[in-house]
C-alpha cells in the first residue's frame, strides 16, 4: 500500500472547503486533487476486473475516505451548496466525480429529504453504470435510511412501482443492498415488497436470485413462506423453474419444505 501524508492530505482537503459555493471551481479543484494522487506508474493485472466501466483514477486506498471525512462538516454547515455541487459533479464523466456527489447528497438535512427523492429519482431515471446505481443507494440514501426506514422503503417501493424500467431496476437493486441493515419491525413491509416482484415476469432471474439470497440471510424461515405462498398464488411452470433457482438459499429444512411445495404446483397444474 502506497504511503500518503496525511497532514498533507488533510490540508488539501480542508482547501477545498474554498470552492464550495462556485460548482465548477469546486470540480476542478477535486479532479487536481485526485490527479495529485493518481497512480500514473502503477499498472493493473491484465485479468483485473474494474469496478466500474465509467472514467476512473488509480488512487490509494485511504484518499477517498479521508476526502470524505474532511468534507462532511464543510457540507453540513453549508447544506445549501451540495445540490448545485452534485450537478456540477456529474457533468464530469470519471467515477469518482459522481461518487463524490452521490456522498454529499447523503448530507442532505431532514428537512429536505423530499428533495433529495425528488432528486435521486430524475439522476436514476438515465442511463447508469451499475457501480455508479450502487454507489447512490450506499452513499446518497445515508440519511434518508437514517432518517426513517419507513420512509426509504416507501421510497424504494415507488422505483420499483414505476413503469420506466430503468427505475425499476434501480429499486431492485436499492432494495438487495438494503436488506443487511433493515429493521426486523419492517419485515412484514419487505415481503409485501418482494412478493409481485417473484411473479413479475419482466423481472430477470439472477437480479431475483440476489434478492432471494439476501433476504433468506435475513430471515430464512420467512422466505420460505414466501416463496411457498407465491407458488400457492401463481400459476405456470415459470413460478416453479423460480422456486427451484431459490432452493439453494435456503436452509436444508425450509428448502425441503419449498421443494414439497414445487411438486404440489406442478401436481395441480399439470
Known sequence: MPSIDL????KQIARLGIFLEVPDEFVSAYKGLLEFYHQWAHHQHEEHIPNSFMLMYD???QVIPEIELGLRPFLHA??????PLADALRKDLHFECSALAAFMLGQISIEEIQALKDYLTTWLEIPLDKALVETIFFKATESLQQTDQQVYLTFLQTLLKSSNKRLANAGLIGLTL??????IDYLPKLLNIVSPLIQDRDVRQ???????RELAR????ETGYLIRQ?????????IETLARAFLEYLPAETADTVAKAIK???????
Request: hydrophobic content about 45%; cysteine-free; proline content about 9%.
Open 78 to 83: 453549508k447544506s445549501h451548496v451540495i445540490f
Open 264 to 270: 404440489l404446483h406442478a401436481a395441480r397444474t399439470n
Open 206 to 212: 439472477e437480479n431475483l436470485e440476489i434478492l432471494i
Open 59 to 61: 488512487l490509494p486506498p
Open 230 to 238: 407465491v407458488l400457492s398464488d401463481t400459476e405456470g411452470k415459470f
Open 7 to 10: 497532514i498533507r492530505l488533510r
Open 218 to 221: 435475513k430471515s430464512p424461515v
Open 178 to 183: 438494503f436488506l443487511p441493515s433493515v429493521k
